[in-house]
């Protein structure tokens, strides 16, 4: 589904790039990010909102352009964050004034900037409860897979679909690795997440309480509903004669629920640990 850049994002960029782009430079940043057709004509500000307009009307994907675009803005060098003193007073970077301007508006459109110059709006609470949790974790596989997972579920689905699932295996993986568990013979989502499972205390049958029992039990059968999903209709296996037609929405099904468990298993392994 096509996607425009939305009109409080046109406004930061056009408030914004002309102060800190030259002319020159701002026709460069657009012709790098492949925005259509030639400058526009007239100020800086007028420059920058008349591309930021042609590029909804006319890019095929308005927001992988947009992420080009910031992706200077969103991924500054750390000698580009240093303060400048200018007669006794610290001056805050313009750049990172920029970057924290653009991640606020992009939260707010429920837009999110993926590292590498891409847009996801596949993002919910779930997913940005998660990307906070493995911060500072020493879990590349996951990193990886979560991006993945939502810089294509616009663009390409079916990676999206078998990315929500590579997620909750890298997790379990990792976590029977930590915790010294016995490795299952066939290491497929099914059986490393049994072990997990089992480490953790998710048995229904343990439970009192009729209301988590139904949770717990809705969850083991996401999993299940997940593993099948990506083996049936992702990017990770050969098409039958069945062809599943993939769209965004199924793809976000898939990661927001996979998100959901990963952060409940993340959380529930911490309590463990203290």
């Not at 992009?106 to 779930?126: A, E, F, M, W």
């Not at 099948?228 to 992702?234: N, Q």
Request: net charge neutral; hydrophobic share 35%.
């Amino acid at each position: 589904m096509r996607k425009e850049i939305p009109a409080p994002v046109i406004a930061v960029l056009a408030e914004s790039f002309p102060s800190i782009e030259s002319h020159a430079s701002l026709d460069s940043l657009f012709l790098h990010a492949d925005a259509p057709g030639d400058p526009p004509e007239g100020s800086k500000p007028v420059k920058t909102q008349a591309w930021l307009r042609r590029i909804n009307k006319e890019a095929k994907e308005p927001l992988r352009v947009l992420g080009k675009l910031i992706e200077c803005y969103m991924e500054i060098p750390e000698q580009d964050e240093k303060e400048s003193i200018i007669f006794g007073h610290s001056i805050e970077s313009p750049k990172k004034q920029l970057r924290e301007k653009l991640k606020s508006i992009l939260k707010r459109c429920n837009l999110q900037y993926v590292q590498g110059g891409h847009i996801s709006d596949g993002t919910s609470s779930p997913s940005r409860s998660l990307q906070e949790l493995i911060k500072g974790r020493d879990i590349p596989a996951l990193e990886a897979e979560f991006n993945r997972a939502l810089v294509n579920v616009n663009a390409e689905p079916r990676e999206a679909v078998s990315a929500a699932c590579n997620i909750l295996e890298s997790l379990f993986k990792v976590y029977i690795a930590d915790e010294n568990l016995e490795v299952p013979q066939k290491q497929d989502l099914q059986n490393v997440w049994k072990v997990v499972r089992s480490d953790l205390g998710f048995d229904p049958g343990a439970l009192e309480d009729d209301d988590l029992k139904r949770i717990l039990t809705g969850i083991i059968s996401t999993v299940d509903g997940i593993g099948a999903f990506r083996t049936h209709a992702s990017s990770a296996h050969g098409q039958g004669r069945k062809l599943y037609n993939i769209k965004p929405r199924h793809a976000r099904l898939a990661i927001n629920s996979a998100h959901t468990l990963a952060l409940f298993v993340i959380e529930t392994w911490d309590e463990k640990k203290r």
